[in-house]
């Protein structure tokens, strides 16, 4: 089972955390949530990158339990709430999409966007000529590849 947190949100601290996540200090912001999840909650699995966050558990519950302890901890230390547009646990079982990729048991793959910006930036590729086809399309046959 995965538990999958999108963005924190908060009207009022909303900018801030864009501002800090796009310098690369928001980090830092919710290093101590990670803490919190790795050392009070002792989830096992745990991914955050960010302001995303997954959490990975064999336990249902766990992980319910899990969410409404990272809620009240964003809320009672950072002021921030959870938005709920993905909230919610899914089997592992079945694929989901984590930061732009498609994750399941076979593998990773793009996810839906990364496909129409692929087909999208190919097709403006091959309109400037086919070497720059062939450049793109080396490109990202090492970007498939490496995943």
């Known amino acids: ?10 009207e009022s601290l909303n900018n801030c955390i864009k501002t800090l996540t796009r310098s690369g200090s928001g980090g830092l912001y919710l290093d ?3 803490h919190h999840v790795k050392r009070m909650l002792k989830i096992p699995g745990y991914l955050r990158y960010m302001d995303d966050v997954s959490l990975f558990a064999n336990d249902r519950q766990q992980l319910q ?6 809620r ?5 230390e950072r002021k921030l709430t959870l938005k ?3 909230d919610g646990i899914q089997p592992t079982s ?15 793959l793009p996810g839906p966007k990364a496909k129409r910006r692929l087909k999208r930036r190919l097709r403006a590729a091959g309109s400037m000529g086919v070497d720059r ?6 490109a990202y046959q090492g970007i498939m590849l490496s995943l």
């Not at 339990?65 to 990272?70: F, K, N, S, V, Y």
């Not at 086809?133 to 080396?138: D, F, G, K, N, T």
């Open 72 to 76: 009240q901890w964003l809320s009672s």
């Open 94 to 108: 079945q694929p989901c999409t984590v930061l732009g990729f498609r994750v399941s048991r076979s593998g990773v």
């Open 84 to 86: 709920p547009r993905r």
């Open 1 to 10: 089972m995965c538990k999958f947190f999108d963005p924190l949100v908060s």
């Open 65 to 70: 339990e899990a969410h409404q302890a990272i």
């Open 133 to 138: 086809l062939a450049r793109s399309l080396q």
């Open 32 to 34: 101590s949530l990670d």
